[in-house]
T-cell receptor
Framework: AQSVTQPDIHITVSEGASLELRCNYSYGATPYLFWYVQSPGQGLQLLLKYFSGDTLVQGIKGFEAEFKRSQSSFNLRKPSVHWSDAAEYFCAVGANFGNEKLTFGTGTRLTIIP | NAGVTQTPKFQVLKTGQSMTLQCAQDMNHNSMYWYRQDPGMGLRLIYYSASEGTTDKGEVPNGYNVSRLNKREFSLRLESAAPSQTSVYFC?????????????FGDGTRLSIL
């Protein structure tokens, strides 16, 4: 069975500082990986996705993520955060064949301080 | 461009009452999903519908029923609400089966069972 771990429940960073949110997955083959962002009172918005090919993927709002098979990780990064990036971030993994199940991590809440 | 629309946005019920949560998408997507989101647990799949006329159980289906009314609409019914069903419910859709396609989410229904 696939699973996702987001080890950081809450992260606080200063505006303008760099950001890295951690995501580790468990799956027997190459997974499909996603990062979603949820602003308060809103649904989830897709930031980026990885299916195959280049292991560094670019997303919206200046985010990027790197797939590292050896570490079973798909960490989300941003060079310089803005106050509007404060939100909850979810990593998700899907199987790469005939499987509807998309498994979400428990989320990381990001707080930005001035 | 509405995307995925959920109604109502908020609801308070008494234990034992019934209720139907509505979801509609205007993206001509084939697959639709219902999730619940609870603190510290991420999103868990309740039911999904791969296409019009089909529904399948997800991870936590007990206490719920669903109806895929047509291609656009997918409703979630609580026949006899219980306090354990207090949660935020999200509907999602995607173009078709296949975990390599992102899901698009509604803004959620916040449901409290007293």
């Amino acid at each position: 069975a696939q699973s996702v771990t987001q080890p950081d429940i809450h992260i606080t960073v200063s505006e303008g500082a760099s950001l890295e949110l951690r995501c580790n997955y468990s799956y027997g083959a190459t997974p499909y990986l996603f990062w979603y962002v949820q602003s308060p009172g809103q649904g989830l918005q897709l930031l980026l996705k990885y299916f195959s090919g280049d292991t560094l993927v670019q997303g919206i709002k200046g985010f990027e993520a790197e797939f590292k098979r050896s570490q079973s990780s798909f960490n989300l990064r941003k060079p310089s955060v803005h106050w509007s990036d404060a939100a909850e971030y979810f990593c998700a993994v899907g199987a790469n064949f005939g499987n509807e199940k998309l498994t979400f991590g428990t989320g990381t809440r990001l707080t930005i301080i001035p | 461009n509405a995307g995925v629309t959920q109604t109502p946005k908020f609801q308070v019920l008494k234990t034992g009452q019934s209720m139907t949560l509505q979801c509609a998408q205007d993206m001509n997507h084939n697959s639709m999903y219902w999730y619940r989101q609870d603190p510290g647990m991420g999103l868990r799949l309740i039911y999904y519908s791969a296409s019009e006329g089909t529904t399948d159980k997800g991870e936590v289906p007990n206490g719920y029923n669903v109806s895929r009314l047509n291609k656009r609409e997918f409703s979630l019914r609580l026949e006899s609400a219980a306090p354990s069903q207090t949660s935020v419910y999200f509907c999602a859709s995607r173009r078709s089966l296949g975990s390599n396609q992102p899901q698009h989410f509604g803004d959620g229904t916040r449901l409290s069972i007293l």
